[in-house]
């Protein structure tokens, strides 16, 4: 599923849970209901019958799954066996919420599910299964991927799980099911997209087991050789044509499964992208792949097309392109600026051909044009393609479709194009879309920090074409030697096009890029410190005018990561925002300091342990506000917390709560506080199998991986005078730069952990974290190992500052923090540069909201206030920097670009 789909969809301007929608659209109810009973709202579901008084904790779970058209008459006849039957039963409660389990981009695990029942035992069950299968008996639905269905019915699945009533908190915040298995033993209740029996289970509903399939997947004439990409909507997969030989590609479309919002399902959308195919082919035969054949097998629809050879442009982008390679030259440059061109010419050359066969591609982006090996180019994935004389399709890609307002006033039937054309160009210069569509006059900002790989004109006039107002686009060059747009640019949000009277009327008061709100580029050059202190103000008053302490879902809006832990806490929660708010100096309000304290005691015994999702990162931010006894509470039971005993990482278990620890001996001077962390030390130390109580798949970086502990106990080290903390944290920044590897420009990367194997430059997992420990370690206990391998960290994360996102976790804000504190510990001229040029570096991120600034956070979809990803993290990143002596030395030449993709 993409990261905070659902939440999403709630709101215009922030994550929200999707049961909160102001408009689910039209509602599902039985409708017959016995007198006295009421349905009770669940989140996406309404409930019948007791689901806890009297339920058994696990048993055999059956759930109906329904077309979208036929959902109301199948839910009216399970009601009806389920009130005769006494059993309780739950159905999605709305459209949108049927849409959204069903939908394309759905968890796998979940889609297909329209009702589910819980029967108390395995007889009640078969003989509710039957009932059902002959009351719906003709009616088709959706496979559940987790189920197995019944007999020969087309509806009625059923599995072996917890009915909800038993289940574990885990380090990470998140909570998982329990089931017992046939010994008794509690074990996880997996929801995979397959059906499982727990060992000792089995299933009483068939005779003898499905046995698992072997040898060679055989679709048809097609052997499967490799799963591209798996969905809800079905998959995509590389095959062998058995009969020729030749090598071809398949797309599956699963049966009323993959649904968009139009209420379309996969297999309408496949058998249309193949008959697109076929005129297409014979219009024009090489824009898209040539349509091979067409078939369902079982109850999926198969389109089978020509393999197109290469790699996706996303792909082909991050793999060629200098302009994040510590090694780029200006010639290097130079020449990828000149494939740029070519790739565009084909591009456009393949758009001219579509649009004279009659069609619109109508979703363009980096993962829908193939670059073959040649280096020519080639559209795929037709699904959203549409005739012009038609309406443009719905779907689209965040950052690269027309914000709906632009595309309802667009006259122009190539217009979806044209944007994405455009938005393509801009990806290619940096990972900024959806940042200019909110703020197209901070391009000025952009522009600036590509300056040491400054695209040509045409590249960025193309790039920008549809980002600055019609009456602007003459006068570019102009605006752009300016540094900075005034009044009249349109500000593009939420899917409108506002101008400046309707910004004002949102309560802009101010020109929202004018001198008393953002600096120019050229103001950031001049003064950088007096520019920063002016966004830190500005980040201040966003983060309070977002706030809203009355609001039950959260006080400031958050990740959606917080919807799936809890609200409170460090990184997601109130007291992320609320440590940011006090470290750099602003006031936080009274009521918000009382709802952190009231939601804080409301859910401490359901809150894990840790730093970032649990109690020791609140009992920190508490005491910094005085609450000190609430502090040593909190503390205390992570202390005890069996799950401190079994994780040791930072962000949820040993380390985190050590850390919290020194901070309440560093606020209060207390020996006490000094002691308990000094335990957690010892135990750290003595922990027989650490790998075992790290991150998952031997996580590596700051939050969930070695670094992690090193760096508790470097400041560990630092507060006992004790050097044998120094000295385990040293062992422990080996082992991390042994899962470490060097890249062909000569920097040095970090996955995320044995499976994840991604570069990755960030502060939460990747470079940056272990490299802000690593500069620690080497200012205070020089090592010859730590000291070579630290300037290969960051030269990758020097050339990975134009991020997609500005926060802290996974964006600029991380990296600038960890430059910072290279710099700071250093003292080189050179780190001093890097630093301030992230810094300054973050403007070109902020939105102008009614107060302040706000920026856009996890997913780049919607606007968060958390540490994060939002502006809480960006503020503290400021405050670290503005805190420290770099901004207060002479200010020589101008630095390197450190704003390149």
């Given at each position: 599923m993409l990261e905070g789909f659902g939440e999403a969809l709630a709101d215009r301007e922030y994550y929200l849970p999707l049961p909160s929608v102001a408009d689910p659209g039209p509602r599902?109810?039985?409708?017959?209901?016995?007198?006295?009973?009421?349905?009770?709202?669940?989140?996406?579901?309404?409930?019948?019958?007791?689901?806890?008084?009297?339920?058994?904790?696990q048993g055999w779970k059956i759930h109906v799954s329904a077309r979208l058209d036929r959902a109301q008459h199948v839910l009216d006849t399970v009601a009806g066996i389920c009130f005769s039957e006494g059993v309780p039963f739950k159905h999605l409660s709305a459209r949108l919420f049927f849409l959204f389990l069903h939908h394309k981009h759905a968890s796998r695990a979940q889609a297909g599910k329209f009702c589910a029942l819980y029967p108390p035992d395995t007889a009640t069950a078969r003989r509710l299964m039957e009932r059902l299968r002959d009351a719906l008996d003709g009616e088709e639905g959706p496979y559940v991927l987790t189920d197995r269905r019944f007999r020969d019915s087309r509806t009625v699945h059923y599995r072996y799980g917890s009915f909800g009533a038993r289940s574990r908190l885990r380090a990470d915040g998140t909570r998982e099911g329990l089931v017992l298995d046939g010994s008794g033993r509690e074990v996880v209740d997996l929801r995979l997209p397959a059906f499982r029996l727990p060992a000792g289970i089995t299933?009483?509903?068939?005779?003898?087991?499905?046995?698992?399939?072997?040898?060679?997947?055989?679709?048809r004439d097609y052997e499967v050789t490799r799963a591209v990409r798996l969905s809800n909507a079905g998959g995509t997969y590389q095959a062998r044509d058995r009969r020729t030989g030749r090598t071809v590609f398949l797309k599956e479309a699963r049966a009323h499964n993959g649904l968009v919002f139009d209420g379309t399902d996969a297999q309408q959308r496949l058998r249309h992208e193949y008959g697109v195919l076929r005129e297409l082919h014979a219009a024009a035969p090489g824009?898209?792949?040539?349509?091979?054949?067409?078939?369902?097998?079982?109850?999926?629809?198969?389109?089978?097309?020509?393999?197109?050879a290469g790699q996706p442009l996303v792909g082909w982008l991050s793999r060629s392109s200098p302009l994040a390679r510590a090694d780029r030259t200006t010639e290097s440059v130079a020449v990828y600026y000149e494939v740029c061109r070519r790739l565009l010419t084909a591009l456009d050359g393949s758009l001219k051909r579509l649009h004279a066969a009659g069609y619109r591609f109508g979703d363009l982006n980096l993962g829908n044009v193939m670059v073959t090996p040649s280096g020519g180019v080639r559209l795929v994935d037709f699904e959203a393609a549409s005739a012009l004389s038609a309406a443009p399709s719905g779907m689209g890609t965040p950052g690269f479709t027309p914000p709906p307002g632009l595309l309802r006033a667009a006259s122009d039937p190539l217009f979806q194009d044209r944007y994405g054309m455009s938005a393509v160009a801009f990806a290619l210069l940096a990972p900024f879309n959806e940042t200019a569509e909110h703020a197209p006059a901070h391009l000025a900002l952009l522009r600036r920090d590509l300056a040491d790989v400054a695209p040509p004109q045409d590249l960025w006039q193309r790039a920008t074409a549809f980002l600055?107002?019609?009456?602007?686009k003459q006068d570019q060059a102009q605006y752009l030697a300016r540094g900075q747009a005034r009044s009249q640019v349109p500000y593009v949000a939420h899917g409108q096009a506002q101008d400046q009277t309707q910004y004002v009327a949102h309560g802009q008061a101010q020109d929202p890029c004018g001198p008393d709100r953002l600096p120019s580029a050229a103001e950031l050059d001049a003064d950088p410190r007096g520019c920063l202190t002016r966004l830190s103000a500005e980040v201040a008053a966003g983060l309070l005018e977002m706030a809203d302490a009355d609001r039950p879902e959260w006080a400031f809006p958050p990740s959606p990561e917080a919807f799936r832990t809890n609200n409170v806490c460090l990184a997601y929660g109130t007291a992320g925002v609320v440590h940011a708010l006090h470290r750099a100096g602003t006031a936080v309000p009274e009521e918000i300091r009382a709802r952190l304290r009231r939601d804080t005691l409301a859910q401490r015994d359901a809150l894990p342990p840790g730093l970032l999702v649990g109690s020791a990162g609140i009992a920190r931010v508490l005491a910094d506000l005085g609450l000190l006894d609430e502090a040593v509470d909190l503390l205390r039971g992570a202390d005890d917390h069996s799950l401190t005993g079994s994780c040791s990482t930072l962000a949820g278990g040993r380390a985190g709560v050590g850390l919290g620890w020194l901070a309440l001996h560093r606020l209060t001077g207390e020996n006490c506080h000094l002691e308990r962390a000094a335990v957690a030390g010892e135990l750290l130390l003595r922990t027989p199998d650490l790998q075992a109580t790290l991150g998952e798949h031997d996580a590596r970086g700051l939050l969930h991986g070695r670094s992690g502990l090193a760096l508790f106990l470097h400041r560990l080290a630092r507060d006992t005078g004790e050097a044998r903390y120094l000295e385990a944290g040293r062992v422990l920044l080996h082992q991390e730069l042994d899962r470490t590897f060097p890249l062909d420009d000569g920097s040095l990367s970090v996955s995320d952990n044995t499976q994840l194997t991604r570069a990755m430059p960030y502060l939460a997992t990747g470079a940056a974290g272990v490299a802000a420990v690593l500069t620690r370690y080497v200012a205070t206990a020089p090592d010859e190992r730590c000291a070579a391998a630290l300037p290969k960290l960051?030269?990758?994360?020097?050339?990975?500052?134009a991020t997609k996102e500005a926060g802290l976790y996974r964006g600029l804000a991380g990296?600038?923090?960890?430059?910072?504190?290279?710099?700071?510990?250093?003292?080189?001229?050179?780190?001093?540069?890097?630093?301030?040029?992230?810094?300054?570096?973050?403007?070109?991120?902020?939105?102008?909201?009614?107060r302040g600034v706000r920026f856009?956070?996890?997913?780049?979809?919607r606007f968060t206030a958390d540490l994060s990803s939002g502006g809480a993290g960006v503020l503290l990143a400021l405050r670290r920097l503005l805190a420290g002596p770099l901004l207060t030395e002479p200010h020589h030449a101008r630095p390197r670009s450190l704003a390149v993709p």
């Amino acid at each position: 599923m993409l990261e905070g789909f659902g939440e999403a969809l709630a709101d215009r301007e922030y994550y929200l849970p999707l049961p909160s929608v102001a408009d689910p659209g039209p509602r599902f109810a039985p409708g017959k209901v016995p007198p006295g009973l009421h349905g009770t709202a669940q989140g996406l579901w309404t409930a019948w019958g007791s689901l806890r008084t009297g339920l058994a904790d696990q048993g055999w779970k059956i759930h109906v799954s329904a077309r979208l058209d036929r959902a109301q008459h199948v839910l009216d006849t399970v009601a009806g066996i389920c009130f005769s039957e006494g059993v309780p039963f739950k159905h999605l409660s709305a459209r949108l919420f049927f849409l959204f389990l069903h939908h394309k981009h759905a968890s796998r695990a979940q889609a297909g599910k329209f009702c589910a029942l819980y029967p108390p035992d395995t007889a009640t069950a078969r003989r509710l299964m039957e009932r059902l299968r002959d009351a719906l008996d003709g009616e088709e639905g959706p496979y559940v991927l987790t189920d197995r269905r019944f007999r020969d019915s087309r509806t009625v699945h059923y599995r072996y799980g917890s009915f909800g009533a038993r289940s574990r908190l885990r380090a990470d915040g998140t909570r998982e099911g329990l089931v017992l298995d046939g010994s008794g033993r509690e074990v996880v209740d997996l929801r995979l997209p397959a059906f499982r029996l727990p060992a000792g289970i089995t299933d009483p509903f068939v005779e003898g087991e499905e046995k698992p399939h072997e040898g060679p997947i055989l679709i048809r004439d097609y052997e499967v050789t490799r799963a591209v990409r798996l969905s809800n909507a079905g998959g995509t997969y590389q095959a062998r044509d058995r009969r020729t030989g030749r090598t071809v590609f398949l797309k599956e479309a699963r049966a009323h499964n993959g649904l968009v919002f139009d209420g379309t399902d996969a297999q309408q959308r496949l058998r249309h992208e193949y008959g697109v195919l076929r005129e297409l082919h014979a219009a024009a035969p090489g824009v898209g792949p040539e349509p091979l054949d067409h078939f369902t097998e079982w109850e999926h629809d198969f389109l089978v097309t020509e393999y197109v050879a290469g790699q996706p442009l996303v792909g082909w982008l991050s793999r060629s392109s200098p302009l994040a390679r510590a090694d780029r030259t200006t010639e290097s440059v130079a020449v990828y600026y000149e494939v740029c061109r070519r790739l565009l010419t084909a591009l456009d050359g393949s758009l001219k051909r579509l649009h004279a066969a009659g069609y619109r591609f109508g979703d363009l982006n980096l993962g829908n044009v193939m670059v073959t090996p040649s280096g020519g180019v080639r559209l795929v994935d037709f699904e959203a393609a549409s005739a012009l004389s038609a309406a443009p399709s719905g779907m689209g890609t965040p950052g690269f479709t027309p914000p709906p307002g632009l595309l309802r006033a667009a006259s122009d039937p190539l217009f979806q194009d044209r944007y994405g054309m455009s938005a393509v160009a801009f990806a290619l210069l940096a990972p900024f879309n959806e940042t200019a569509e909110h703020a197209p006059a901070h391009l000025a900002l952009l522009r600036r920090d590509l300056a040491d790989v400054a695209p040509p004109q045409d590249l960025w006039q193309r790039a920008t074409a549809f980002l600055l107002a019609e009456n602007q686009k003459q006068d570019q060059a102009q605006y752009l030697a300016r540094g900075q747009a005034r009044s009249q640019v349109p500000y593009v949000a939420h899917g409108q096009a506002q101008d400046q009277t309707q910004y004002v009327a949102h309560g802009q008061a101010q020109d929202p890029c004018g001198p008393d709100r953002l600096p120019s580029a050229a103001e950031l050059d001049a003064d950088p410190r007096g520019c920063l202190t002016r966004l830190s103000a500005e980040v201040a008053a966003g983060l309070l005018e977002m706030a809203d302490a009355d609001r039950p879902e959260w006080a400031f809006p958050p990740s959606p990561e917080a919807f799936r832990t809890n609200n409170v806490c460090l990184a997601y929660g109130t007291a992320g925002v609320v440590h940011a708010l006090h470290r750099a100096g602003t006031a936080v309000p009274e009521e918000i300091r009382a709802r952190l304290r009231r939601d804080t005691l409301a859910q401490r015994d359901a809150l894990p342990p840790g730093l970032l999702v649990g109690s020791a990162g609140i009992a920190r931010v508490l005491a910094d506000l005085g609450l000190l006894d609430e502090a040593v509470d909190l503390l205390r039971g992570a202390d005890d917390h069996s799950l401190t005993g079994s994780c040791s990482t930072l962000a949820g278990g040993r380390a985190g709560v050590g850390l919290g620890w020194l901070a309440l001996h560093r606020l209060t001077g207390e020996n006490c506080h000094l002691e308990r962390a000094a335990v957690a030390g010892e135990l750290l130390l003595r922990t027989p199998d650490l790998q075992a109580t790290l991150g998952e798949h031997d996580a590596r970086g700051l939050l969930h991986g070695r670094s992690g502990l090193a760096l508790f106990l470097h400041r560990l080290a630092r507060d006992t005078g004790e050097a044998r903390y120094l000295e385990a944290g040293r062992v422990l920044l080996h082992q991390e730069l042994d899962r470490t590897f060097p890249l062909d420009d000569g920097s040095l990367s970090v996955s995320d952990n044995t499976q994840l194997t991604r570069a990755m430059p960030y502060l939460a997992t990747g470079a940056a974290g272990v490299a802000a420990v690593l500069t620690r370690y080497v200012a205070t206990a020089p090592d010859e190992r730590c000291a070579a391998a630290l300037p290969k960290l960051l030269a990758g994360i020097r050339v990975s500052c134009a991020t997609k996102e500005a926060g802290l976790y996974r964006g600029l804000a991380g990296l600038s923090w960890c430059l910072t504190e290279h710099a700071e510990l250093t003292g080189s001229d050179g780190a001093r540069e890097d630093a301030v040029r992230a810094a300054t570096g973050l403007v070109k991120y902020a939105v102008p909201y009614r107060r302040g600034v706000r920026f856009l956070g996890a997913g780049s979809q919607r606007f968060t206030a958390d540490l994060s990803s939002g502006g809480a993290g960006v503020l503290l990143a400021l405050r670290r920097l503005l805190a420290g002596p770099l901004l207060t030395e002479p200010h020589h030449a101008r630095p390197r670009s450190l704003a390149v993709p």
